[in-house]
């Protein structure tokens, strides 16, 4: 299995908890409108430390809705948390502060956190790459392409794999369903998945398909 030094992650977060929550008496869009979610434990149980060399950093996006969740997510794979990357500040087409409806304040910003394996500091080959980024809010949660480049920036050529990616980018290998994958990431662990409709969570993956109960669910390969 091939090793990275840098992890860049964008994972599905459930907002299920949404689903319960009103606003003027409606209630709010579910994520799953758009793409298909996962629990935490699904993604808390991918092998990542499986494709990791000994000196690893990790890049991941977060809300501030599943800031604890995150953290978590990072030490499970392996990586101690050090700080946040980057904050994106959300743009419209006219450069104008785009804003969401949050469940106690409107929304505009999302975190990028940063976490480490190993020694990683004696890689790093810029000191002037700022956390904040400005950067038009596009596709429903797509990323900014420019804290992609920071990272280069950052850390130079090294090893790099981008996971949950929509897209393939040069120099970069990826892994997701919306991509023709560079690794097979999957494992009988990590294809359980969180099924909304009874609320629980599918103790296999056989268990999960022979429901029938996630359409929306687009299982990894074999």
């Not at 003027?24 to 993604?43: A, C, E, L, V």
Request: glycine share 4%; net charge positive; with cysteine.
């Amino acid at each position: 299995m091939k090793k990275y030094q840098i992890i860049y992650a964008d994972p599905p977060w459930s907002f299920s908890s949404k689903e319960l929550q009103r606003y003027n008496g409606k209630r709010f869009t579910s994520m799953d409108k758009h793409y298909p979610t996962q629990h935490k434990d699904w993604i808390k149980n991918l092998p990542i430390r499986r494709i990791t060399a000994d000196d690893c950093a990790l890049f991941l996006w977060t809300t501030d809705a599943h800031l604890k969740e995150a953290i978590e997510i990072t030490e499970a794979w392996g990586f101690k948390y050090v700080t946040i990357a980057f904050v994106w500040e959300k743009k419209t087409k006219n450069n104008k502060t785009a804003v969401n409806l949050g469940a106690w304040t409107l929304k505009s910003y999302e975190m990028c956190l940063f976490g480490t394996k190993g020694t990683m500091l004696k890689y790093k080959k810029a000191n002037n790459i700022y956390q904040k980024v400005e950067a038009e809010r596009t596709k429903h949660s797509k990323k900014p392409s420019e804290v992609r480049k920071n990272i280069e920036l950052l850390f130079g050529e090294l090893p790099r794999i981008e996971l949950f990616a929509r897209q393939k980018t040069e120099g970069w290998d990826v892994w997701g369903n919306e991509v023709e994958s560079d690794i097979n990431l999957t494992s009988r662990q990590s294809r359980a998945v969180y099924c909304r409709r009874p609320e629980s969570f599918c103790i296999s993956y056989e268990a999960m398909m022979s429901c029938g109960e996630c359409p929306l669910y687009k299982p990894p390969p074999a």
